[in-house]
């Protein structure tokens, strides 16, 4: 009872997200600014339901103060979109701890958190509903998991022949690897074989022209998924449902993905 006293005691403000300008930068409430009079910087850091962090530049003009660059990142990493409600619980030394509620008024569950979004909930975010990655096994087929040189067979498409030393898995498409909720699970012999960490790590995906992609790797009920910054990759490379993918780990955080 005692901490819940004290968490009610810091300030907080809210705000619902409707239109294009929080979409691009966050205001903060001219009444709350003097909470941070004493502590005004020009960054701050965000904390989402998840436990991650996100740094945000603090700036101010006539206007009022906002949070600058980060705040897209945050609002796409969080799948925020229009008419959720967010509050902003001031912890001090420019720390906000921020709780989300979707449009039904329920408060979004700690779940993992994922990468790009054009400024609507997107594809590759956990969703609203309370629920957790779990879900993924149902809407996506797990990908292969071979060893060098063995080529594989995926909803009745075969995979070309591919011959690689290096540690590698074959992914088929599905609609929720290419469409919402843009997900992409790691078989678990891959990330053993690649060392990926529990934790929340970024790992770089190149496609055939070279091009290279900054991809957010997420763990969660047991398994590695690729999630912010793969609908890019996908969206960009025209993957489809029925595609089949080959990825090559060919450094320590580095995967050549090879659509055969």
């Not at 902003?88 to 701890?97: E, I, P």
């Not at 995979?159 to 699970?185: D, I, W």
Request: aromatic residues 10%; contains cysteine.
């Amino acid at each position: 009872m005692e901490r819940l006293k004290i968490e009610d005691a810091r300030p907080h403000f809210f705000k619902i997200i409707y239109g294009e300008d929080v979409k691009q930068h966050l205001r903060i409430p001219p009444a709350f600014m003097k909470h941070l009079s004493q502590e005004m910087s020009n960054r701050a850091t965000l904390t989402g339901p998840s436990g991650s962090h996100w740094s945000v530049t603090v700036s101010t003009d006539a206007n009022g103060t906002y949070l600058q660059k980060g705040w897209k990142e945050f609002m796409k990493e969080n799948s925020l979109g229009d008419n959720e409600f967010l509050t902003f619980r001031y912890d001090g030394n420019m720390q906000f701890y921020v709780k989300i509620f979707n449009k039904s008024g329920v408060k979004r569950e700690a779940v993992p958190v994922s990468g790009n979004i054009n400024g609507k909930r997107a594809r590759g975010r956990p969703r609203k509903r309370p629920v957790g990655l779990q879900d993924l096994h149902k809407q996506q087929l797990h990908g292969s998991e071979e060893g060098p040189g063995q080529s594989s067979k995926i909803i009745g498409k075969t995979a070309k022949p591919f011959t690689s030393q290096c540690p590698h898995f074959t992914a088929g498409m599905t609609k929720a690897n290419v469409e919402k909720p843009f997900f992409l699970r790691i078989p678990r012999s891959f990330s053993a074989a690649a060392q990926f960490p529990p934790s929340r790590r970024k790992v770089v995906l190149r496609d055939s022209a070279g091009k290279a992609w900054d991809v957010i790797c997420i763990k969660g009920q047991g398994n590695h998924y690729l999630s912010g910054g793969w609908r890019s990759f996908a969206c960009h490379n025209n993957l489809k449902q029925g595609d089949i993918c080959k990825f090559e780990l060919v450094s320590i955080d580095e995967m050549q993905v090879h659509v055969l």
